[in-house]
């Protein structure tokens, strides 16, 4: 009995035009998809809360100069400690950001980002890589839905979204514990609070087994730095695959063809 191949690459919003190297797992995985059949699967891992992950760095198209740009949340608490998925953009963000776009971006894709009228960085980012064609034939998979975390196994190391100062934020769980680290050696230590498994999310270095006890992928699409801490003896039913190599990793893809 033959197992259709399920290849799967795992990315966090990475940019509201997506980093280079998001695009080049993108491509590799379909070169893989054209060589051996199967699926698609896009393990969205909505659930992280860095904003320093939807930094978008995007490059003049004539003179080179480089423009950073992220999304504006409507508080600190939001900004800080909710997950992507929760955090929510503020007024009048999108129109303001599509007015800087025209020298660095094609026409198509400022309308595209115009188009997009999504709540939170997660949704947003998720349909500018839709409207770019990105996804086309791909199976998205959310660390955030609680469908999914509800299928998941149990895990040692994990984050639980629970309700702090109005807001859902992404607290560490440790022996019993909750925390949100501020920084440095500065954590916030939450008051306890009964969870469910559609509130948890894992640890960097949990994620993969919870993630492969949903999905059953049998290849994976691994980036640069996934490699340093992946531990292939967690899923040896996988074939990991390193991406495709790209040029300025780091930067933002707009260069989609026609």
Excluded at 166 to 190: K, M, P, Q
Aim: proline share 6%.
């Amino acid at each position: 009995m033959t197992t259709m191949p399920v290849i799967c690459f795992g990315q966090q919003p990475c940019g509201f035009f997506p980093r280079r190297f998001l695009f080049a797992k993108i491509q590799t995985a379909r070169r893989l998809q054209a060589e051996i059949g199967g699926e698609i699967v896009f393990f969205y891992h909505d659930s992280d809360h860095d904003p320093r992950e939807t930094a978008t760095l995007l490059r003049h198209r004539k003179t080179g100069e480089p423009l950073r740009l992220n999304f504006a949340y409507q508080n600190k608490w939001q900004r800080k400690f909710s997950p992507l998925f929760a955090k929510r953009i503020a007024a009048g963000w999108r129109d303001r950001t599509a007015l800087q776009l025209p020298p660095f971006v094609d026409a198509r894709w400022v309308e595209a980002f115009a188009k997009t009228d999504a709540a939170n960085p997660a949704d947003f980012c998720l349909e500018m890589y839709r409207r770019m064609g990105l996804l086309d034939g791909v199976r998205v998979e959310r660390s955030g839905d609680p469908a999914f975390r509800r299928a998941a196994c149990e895990v040692a190391e994990f984050f639980v979204d629970v309700p702090h100062e109005g807001e859902w934020v992404r607290a560490r769980c440790a022996n019993g514990v909750l925390t949100l680290h501020e920084g440095g050696d500065s954590f916030i230590t939450l008051p306890g609070t009964d969870f469910g498994k559609e509130q948890i999310s894992p640890a960097r270095d949990s994620r993969l087994r919870w993630m492969q006890s949903v999905i059953h992928c049998t290849h994976y699409v691994a980036g640069a730095g996934e490699q340093a801490y992946l531990c292939a003896a967690d899923a040896p039913e996988i074939t990991f695959v390193n991406r495709d190599p790209i040029d300025r990793s780091d930067e933002a893809y707009t260069e989609i063809p026609s």
